[in-house]
């Protein structure tokens, strides 16, 4: 997941240039039992870290690119959870964001008791995005951003 995400990523913003012209993107491998880590009880610490500068203003998304047929929904509801995180720090110029990139094929996951009752545009809400997709999920992705 993690080098396909890479290469999405990659493909959207060659392709995307005269968009992002005035800014600067950075992602950053997020070291495992060495980063940044989010919940005490799992220590759940996302794959990247993306930073996306734009004039003052800089956004850092957490993101993770994983199969989500056993994933704890604490890790989905990061987004929620970072957006608290956010208000605490209380910087006009700091945005938080964070994203679950799904390699699991949508049609699989519904399949499972967790997400039977969703929607792909219900967990797209919740900051879930499917590699499936392609660069539509990172255009989605930084359309969220």
Known sequence: GEFEFIEHLR????ANREQFKNEEIFLLRNLSRRGIKFFQRSGFYP???MWRKIKDKQIVAFVDPKGI???????????????????TIGREDLKLESFILSVSKFKDIKKTYAYSKKDKKELEQEHVLFMEDKEKAINKLFDML
Do not use: G, M, P, S
Request: hydrophobic content about 30%; proline content about 0%.
């Open 47 to 49: 794959d990247f870290i």
């Open 69 to 87: 047929r056993h994933v704890e929904d604490e890790k989905i509801q990061l987004h929620e959870n970072i957006k608290e995180l956010e208000k």
């Open 11 to 14: 493909n959207y913003l060659k």
